[in-house]
Nanobody
Framework: QVQLVESGGGLVQAGGSLRLSCVVS????????MAWFRQAPGKGREFVAG????????GYGDPVKGRFTISRDIAKNTLDLQMNSLKPEDTAIYYC????????????????????WGQGTQVTVSS
């Protein structure tokens, strides 16, 4: 059974940085695409970043392009999200998500394409 557990959230001032991690247990990254989503208070869940299971394809939501970087550590079996130049509008609960897929360069910005979800970690950016 796959489990995704996020960590690294917290309170940071605008302009600061945070690094989120998602530990994947129960499987490896092989044939497992992953992504980060976020949900701000009163809003729907929004795509942040995604990565294919071969690591060769990745992408970002428009609000975070140029500020956030998705990466993975195969040895530690973690998916990371480096967040720089944080803004108050980045305040949200951040979730990692994954799904098994054969296509090596696939990821999706649609949340309904992912079958596995973590519990989320809160990120709060003060102005």
């Amino acid at each position: 059974q796959v489990q995704l557990v996020e960590s690294g959230g917290g309170l940071v001032q605008a302009g600061g940085s945070l690094r989120l991690s998602c530990v994947v247990s129960g499987r490896t990254f092989s044939r497992y695409a992953m992504a980060w989503f976020r949900q701000a208070p009163g809003k729907g869940r929004e795509f942040v970043a995604g990565m294919s299971w071969n690591g060769g394809n990745s992408g970002y939501g428009d609000p975070v392009k140029g500020r956030f970087t998705i990466s993975r550590d195969i040895a530690k079996n973690t998916l990371d999200l480096q967040m720089n130049s944080l803004k108050p509008e980045d305040t949200a609960i951040y979730y990692c998500a994954g799904r098994t897929i054969v296509l090596s360069d696939w990821y999706s910005s649609a949340q309904n394409q992912y079958t596995d979800w973590g519990q989320g970690t809160q990120v709060t950016v003060s102005s």
